[in-house]
């Protein structure tokens, strides 16, 4: 199964988080919004700009803001900042990490590549953004009260808290 590296996922959710924003935003500021812990958010934070998708701002005032528009962020550029080239195995990256010199498949790989950083090249960061507000999109978190639990169980309604965790 092909995952994205947490990192890559925290830095798209943090990209549309700050997106919404029109000024700077702190490091902790965008760890309460998201839900990632604070140290994770500033490592992030510093890949992106390192990468020169966001801008810093030291001082009182101080914080990040979106170098580009968000229409102009691609998810394929976000990745390649936090996680490095998109590769499906490490022999599609020019030999590098294949450890059999006599493989039929060698440069086959390739055209699957293409067409994956292709796709996460045309999903901006905008259209990320314009998805998670789409109607149904989150996840609705109910909480279980005593008073909506099942009655011949109130010890655990109260400390249930929300559904699937």
């Known amino acids: 199964m092909l995952r994205l590296s947490k990192l890559a996922d925290y830095a798209v959710l943090t990209l ?13 500021a965008l760890a309460v919004e998201t839900g990632v812990p604070e140290p994770t958010v500033a490592k992030v934070l510093k890949a992106l700009a390192s990468d020169g998708l966001l ?14 528009k968000p229409e102009e962020i691609s998810i394929a550029r976000v990745i390649t900042a936090v996680d490095g080239p ?5 022999c599609v990256t020019g030999g590098a990490g294949c450890d059999n010199g006599d493989c039929t498949l ?10 994956i950083r292709d796709t996460l090249s045309g999903i901006s ?23 909506t639990a099942p009655q011949g169980n109130r010890a655990t309604a109260a400390t249930a808290g929300t559904f699937g965790g």
């Open 16 to 28: 549309v988080n700050l997106g919404r924003h029109d000024g700077v935003v702190t490091s902790p």
């Open 86 to 90: 998109i590769s499906l195995t490490a």
């Open 106 to 115: 060698y440069g086959s790989w390739d055209v699957v590549n293409d067409a």
């Open 55 to 68: 801008v810093s701002q030291r001082g009182a005032r101080g914080g990040y803001r979106l170098a580009l």
């Open 125 to 147: 960061i905008a259209r990320m953004a314009e998805m998670s507000n789409a109607p149904g999109r989150r996840r609705s978190v109910e909480k279980v009260s005593a008073d």
